[in-house]
């Protein structure tokens, strides 16, 4: 989100200026899909590409910057919707939109549903083990209802259990009861992190029902958690869009040096602590905090790194060096190719799942595992293949969400 991205000439068209100004949001979500393809890529097939990622320099990897942006750019997308109509347009819109998720959520997890079951015993992950006591029918069945996911699609049914509550959200913000909306967003972080939620759940199981074996309401990122970050980006998307861009650089979100020197001396201390852990001593909960249920050290990081960025790309008259990190940043978020990534996300991060595991297989299979070059080849191979189809997609398939 920079100055220039958001002032436009008059004689732009307001559909133009509307998609100019989501440029870098667009460049930043196509970059963090790349960043958890490459994860996801080297948890299962290790190269030295993983030593570059920004996870290993804070307290937060891709997913929770994309829940943040995710966030944002829902309050910009549903605001019409809930004014024009209020909250049942507004919920109808959105199950509209997540139709598609949950359809990408049913056809990836059954391709690697049957593509685990037939490369059994080739091992594609060491941390997946095909269920073959269960019939495929049943299994197929538990696919459809989320008792069955597969590794590293979890961010999908996340998004289906957040955006189902957009409307409540913009009915509290549009009646000036933002009090109770951040309440209810701390309160929910706050069940999530003392395991209130766990506990009611595994005591309903025993107690009850056990729902496991037929669905599942959540993935391995915790709702409750995940909504202070969701909610919180929600919040911002809706403070820029009903204030206006200049007075949410003035007094919402003000760029302040001493909030930014403030943010790069936290930011180098998660990257010292990452960097030196064994040589330091630093405790894991600092580096490595879990992520199932967000902490406070990767709220922390999440803020510190996202104000670093809102600052570089649109802080005016910036000095040397900042000028240069700045300049690079925005030619990296305008990066045609990681725009279109971002903005066909949706089919991006579906996709990446699908791309990591026949890329697994074929290294599995071509007896591979032990050649590091050639596992390096493969994954550039399969990063560019899957940036190719996001084009391809983008070009010959716009509709396409």
Known sequence: MSEAVYTTSPAISVPARKTARLVHIDGARGYLLIAMFIAHFNFTHWTPVLKFHHGNFSAVWDGEFFVLLSGFVCALSYLRAFSKGGMLSCEMAILKRLRWVYLYQ???????????????????DALYVPDQDTP??????????FAKQPLYLNILILYMALMLFIPVGLWLLEKKRTGLYLTILVTCWLVAAFGWDKALTTWFH???????????????????????????????????????????????????????????????VFA?????????????????????TITVVGLISLSVLSYLVYFLLNKNDLPRPLSWFGTALDAVLSFPPLVTVGRNSLFVYSGHVVAVFLASYFIVSSGLEGNRPAILLVQFVTLGALMGAAALKQRYLPALP
């Open 106 to 124: 049913v056809v990836v997890a059954l391709s690697m549903l049957y593509l685990f079951l037939s490369a059994w015993p080739m091992k594609l």
């Open 272 to 292: 010292v602590a990452g960097l030196g852990q064994d040589l330091l001593g630093v405790p894991d909960w600092l580096v490595n905090p879990q992520r199932a």
């Open 136 to 145: 495929l029918l049943l299994q197929t069945l538990q696919v459809l209802t």
């Open 206 to 268: 025993a107690n009850v029902f056990d729902t496991r074996p037929y669905f599942a309401l959540t993935g391995t990122f915790n709702p409750l958690s995940y909504a202070v970050i969701f909610y919180g980006g929600f919040y911002l998307g809706y403070l820029y869009k009903t204030e206006g861009w200049k007075r949410f650089k003035t007094s919402i979100l003000p760029l302040s040096y001493p909030v930014f020197y403030a943010a790069l001396a936290v930011s180098a």
